[in-house]
């Protein structure tokens, strides 16, 4: 009796719950349904022009590799013979015959350790045959870098040693016969720029230089893919006398998309990158069709031209910042050249340091602030001091570069763009300590062979670390301050 009473008991109660519960959720449809009636129609002109800004951004960031390595090869290739400056035409070796100054525009942060050696290669027009001689120990490296800044590839002293060898050069697509005795490497792109640096001892060693660089052979061999050269694909016109940073920068918004179309159409983008660039279909540019602003809403090329503009500056912000590892004021990067989905980070080395090798061939440390995080300027004096067995930890060679806030080398009395383990006359101490002294003026007499002189203003130093041992790109040595002075 006391179960039956107890069950009687609590059946209204459950009713009661119950019936709560479904007034609750009527009253909650209702209001759903009022604010749903209320809510105001959707701005679909300010949604397409948002959606427009939005990828206009991404577009441009992500394109911006593209576009400064075809006005680089636009501009080096617009010659019908090899040139001292190392310009040369498509599918040929062009050599840099004397020693980079302040006064070389061409290609911004270039380092002074080198003689640079260079070749565009369309290898829609077949492949490319690269022969290079015994070095005899001497550092030597030809850098293979995709259309979109990625390298894919060695050939020198660190990856395929001291010896003689031939390497073949194949673009997506080509099913010809590797010679006999060659190496080959598959490109993922048909635009390939070989970047070549040869260990140079200063003026006096320009003639043996000189005569290494002679023996770096390119051959293109059948079948072609595309009897047009890759100028006239392109379609794309310069401004003249421009270098690449400023051909790219005064493009309006439609020419700067028309670029990458074209380039996107004739490289065709990585598959890794599809899931971005499957979204600029919405702002008119394909990989298949290119960029085709006649389809645009006015809308949406409102935003375009407003995604233009700010992811333009955005490359520029990305720029000054010198990498995303930080030690003692220095900071660097361990995937350069191997980006993977950092495209922020790409479009910043191309704007500032455009073919720049991957750590494990060269590592590149910058700063542009001294050890008490303030900016660097040719109005105060510094020193940099390398403890007693703290020397960079390399098996190839190391420097520290002097570039003015435009990443130029600087006009001094010295002729001294760099400072490292090479200089001649480098002074250490009694404790086997070694100073660099960073200043405009000239330090007392006993300091100038350490001297690294320094612009009127801001600046920014580069410390390379050739071939680096193990202990550099694992952070267990790590480069001393810049020390500002009293």
């Known amino acids: 009796m006391k179960v ?144 979109y800044t990625n390298i894919f590839g060695y050939i020198g002293l660190r990856a395929t040693g001291a010896g003689a060898g031939t390497y073949l050069i194949a673009g997506p697509g080509w099913k010809g016969e590797t010679p006999a005795g060659a190496k080959r490497i598959d490109a993922p792109t048909p635009l390939v720029w070989v970047i070549g640096r040869t260990l140079v001892e200063g003026e006096k060693d320009m003639a043996n230089v000189a005569a290494i660089q002679r023996q770096y052979t390119l051959a293109m061999i059948p079948t072609a893919l595309d009897p047009v050269p890759a100028k006239e694909r392109w379609a794309i016109a310069l401004q003249p006398k421009l270098v690449p ?57 409102k935003g375009l031209e407003r995604g233009y503009a700010a992811g333009r500056d955005i490359v520029k912000m990305e720029a000054q910042k010198t990498g995303g590892i930080e030690a003692n004021g220095w900071a660097y990067n361990l995937n350069a050249g191997k980006w993977g989905q950092d495209f922020n980070l790409r479009a910043a080395i191309a704007f500032r340091s455009l073919g720049q090798n991957t750590p494990e061939e060269a590592l590149y440390m910058n700063t542009r602030q001294d050890g008490d995080k303030q900016p660097l300027s040719g109005a105060k004096a510094y020193t940099i001091t390398f403890k007693p067995g703290a020397l960079p930890p390399v098996d190839g060679f190391w420097s520290i570069t002097m570039y003015n806030a435009s990443d130029f080398f600087v006009e001094n009395p010295l002729n001294r763009a760099a400072i490292g383990n090479r200089t001649e006359g480098l002074k250490t101490a009694p404790d086997g300590s070694l100073t660099i002294y960073v200043q405009k003026d000239a330090p007392e007499a006993d300091k100038m062979a350490n001297w690294l002189p320094a612009p009127d203003g801001a600046f920014r130093l580069s410390m390379r670390l050739y071939v680096p041992k193990p202990e550099v790109l694992s952070g267990q040595w790590t480069p001393p301050a810049v020390t500002p002075q009293p």
């Open 245 to 301: 940073v400023q051909q790219v920068d005064t493009l309006d918004w439609k020419t700067y998309f028309r670029w990458a179309g074209q380039l996107m159409k004739d490289n065709p983008p990585p598959a890794s990158d599809s899931a971005l660039t499957s979204q600029f279909a919405a702002i008119g540019l394909t990989a298949e069709k290119g960029f085709d602003p006649a389809s645009l809403s006015p809308a949406t090329i």
């Open 4 to 147: 039956e009473a107890m069950l009687i008991r609590a059946r209204p109660r459950v009713g009661f719950h119950a019936s709560r519960a479904l007034v609750l959720a009527a009253a909650l449809c209702g209001v759903a349904a009022t604010a749903q009636a209320e809510s105001p129609p959707p701005n679909i002109e300010q949604a397409q022009e948002d959606l427009a800004f939005a990828r206009g951004v991404e577009a441009y960031v992500w394109a911006y590799p593209l576009a400064i390595t075809a006005a680089t090869a636009e501009i080096a290739t617009n010659t019908d013979k090899p040139l001292p400056n190392g310009h040369a035409p498509f599918n040929s070796f062009g050599h840099v015959g004397k020693l980079i100054t302040a006064a070389d525009k061409d290609v911004v942060s270039s380092n002074a350790d080198t003689i640079y050696s260079s070749a565009f290669i369309d290898l829609k027009q077949g492949a490319a045959l690269i022969s290079v001689p015994d070095v005899g120990g001497r550092y030597y490296s030809l850098m293979l870098e995709d259309a």
